[in-house]
């Protein structure tokens, strides 16, 4: 896809960025910035840290240290700063995480109704478009049970662009579904993608980080081991560790 538009203030920026598990050190001096409208696709080997970059993103797990910011504003650890930042972060996960008791409309409008204070008439409607930009309108009465994994992981998307964030983090979003879904999530996110959204992507999908990503940014080991355009990564990668992960799923 063309570069978005260079602007001075990163949407996403990481710097210095070190975490442990006890003795594991499992994000080395991560420097990262994600720039309004990028799509980062991010690869690695399984182990390698991607889910918990994600996840110290939007504060899910806490940092040793270093900083991050979103829109040039720093995560603070606590309290209604934290929750408004990570309002401002979506995310979605591997397992779709709906909230199996409540209809697939309710699991749209839930948030923004408790966290953004909308009422439920403004929360409705804006839930109905974004189940209707993500082709599952006609599902919003129903219980995550009664659809396909396709469907609710569209109604997960949906779910958290109500909250409009400002980002969206996928955790490996079609790695449980069943292969005839993968497009139907793979479309949605392209679509987002193209609108402009900025999007940090986990992603096992080559065809997508092809397609869809502005950069490609390999871990291994806890560290960035190279970060470049997806071009550039799939036919020329610098690193042996880069060419041996292309190797094993190409
Ligand atoms: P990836 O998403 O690239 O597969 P993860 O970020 O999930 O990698 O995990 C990186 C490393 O951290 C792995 O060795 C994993 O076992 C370990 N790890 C992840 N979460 C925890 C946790 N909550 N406690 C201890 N170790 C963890
Ligand atoms: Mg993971």
Redesign the pocket.
Known sequence: MTSPPASSTPMVRMAGVQKH??D?H?LRDIDLDVARGEVVVVL??????????CRTINRLEPIDTGTIEIDGTALAAEGKALAALRADVGMVFQSFNLFAHKTILENVTLAPLKVRGASKAEAEKTGLALLERVGIANQRDKYPAQLSGGQQQRAAIARALAMKPKVMLF?EPTSALDPEMVNEVLDTMTSLAKEGMTMVV?THEMGFARRAAHRVVF?SD?EIVEDSTPDDFFTAPRSDRAKDFLGKIL
């Open positions: 598990f006890g594991l499992v690695g080997p399984s182990g390698s840290g991607k889910s918990t970059l955790d986990v871990m806890g």
